[in-house]
């Protein structure tokens, strides 16, 4: 996941974690936890999908920053 993108997103959009929160219907704390990488299970699809809806993202935008694939260094 790409959480400077999606913290980019917010600002952009004028929205506050306890915004986004309140459409997931989760805390706060668990929506600062998940968008800062401090849960094992980061967004689920679900969620996902309504971040998405909320900030009006397009299907490029919501690939790139919520399914994005981490560089392989072999």
């Known amino acids: 996941m790409s ?4 913290k980019g997103k917010l600002v952009e959009k004028e929205m506050t974690y306890q915004d986004v929160a309140d459409i997931l ?9 998940k ?7 980061g967004f689920t699809t679900f969620e996902a999908s309504k971040i998405a809806e909320a900030l009006n993202l397009s299907a ?8 994005s694939q981490k560089q392989d260094c072999r």
């Open 60 to 67: 490029d935008e919501t690939m790139s920053i919520f399914f």
């Open 3 to 6: 959480n400077n993108r999606l």
């Open 35 to 41: 968008i800062n990488g401090k849960t094992a299970i």
């Open 25 to 33: 219907g989760i805390s706060r704390v668990a929506f600062h936890n």
